[in-house]
């Protein structure tokens, strides 16, 4: 799955997926552009990318907003010398049942989420028509399909996968393709937060989920990171407009 020679941009790159993702993309050769919120972690991606031999620069970005995010882009494009790959992967959690979650807390994961992808998308494929090809990878969730206590991040992450379905039919004739992973439970800081949410210890939410799931372990960043390398390589240049869901089972 050589990328060498290509150029990613990776948003909510400085933790989680994110992170796994870009250094997973460097080490596949891609010059990668880590995006964050923060810069600070993005900084800390994109150095240990280097120190590794690889090549990267490190942007900030809030995605929810459209300036911020075509300064992103153009940035990357610029940094980079060209743009062949976005994977978007910024998100929040403001869980709460639905008669006690505010309009704010609404607001701003479907902003960060759904909104925020389709800013990026927008904004990439500006860059991308021109140049008759791209890759783009956009993070759904195996809470797309319901689950309780998210029905604004529920909301969001099924939005993802139509707009994905939708952006591989209208993009499809410029050799652009668009997938969407769906991660299950991955250890990362979110399923820490749901943790917290609920009650519970970390070390036995996992293990209850892990005896739940066919493959009896729960999911690292990595096993998505290695899903979303596929689909960004010339491997996957037939498949656009799918979802593949990263959860150990059916």
Not at 66 to 90: F, K, N, Y
């Amino acid at each position: 799955m050589s990328l060498e020679g290509t150029a990613a941009l990776v948003t909510g790159g400085g933790r989680g997926i994110g992170a796994a993702t870009a250094e997973r993309l460097a080490r596949e050769g891609a010059f990668v552009a880590v995006a964050d919120m923060d810069m600070e972690p993005a900084l800390e991606v994109a150095g240990r990318i280097e120190r590794a031999g690889g090549r990267a620069t490190a942007l900030a970005c809030d995605v929810r907003f459209p300036d911020q995010v075509s300064a992103m882009v153009e940035g990357a494009a610029r940094e980079l010398g060209r743009l062949d790959i976005l994977v978007t992967c910024a998100g929040v959690l403001r869980d709460n049942l639905v008669h006690k979650m505010s309009e704010e807390d609404w607001d701003l994961v479907i902003d960060t989420h759904l909104k925020g992808s389709f800013l990026c998308c927008q904004a990439a494929q500006r860059l991308m028509v021109p140049q008759k090809s791209g890759k783009m990878v956009l993070v759904s969730s195996t809470s797309a399909l319901g689950n309780r206590g998210q029905a604004n991040y529920s909301a969001a992450k099924m939005g993802i996968q139509g707009l994905a379905r939708t952006l591989a039919i209208e993009l499809g004739r410029y050799n652009i393709n668009v997938n969407v992973v769906a991660p299950g439970f991955i250890e990362t800081r979110m399923t820490m937060q749901t943790a917290e949410r609920m009650g519970v210890d970390f070390a036995g939410f996992k293990e209850a989920v892990a005896a739940a799931t066919p493959i009896p372990r729960t999911g690292v960043p990595d096993d998505v990171a290695g899903t979303i390398a596929f689909l960004v390589s010339e491997d996957a240049s037939y498949i656009s407009g799918q979802t593949l869901y990263v959860r150990g089972g059916p």
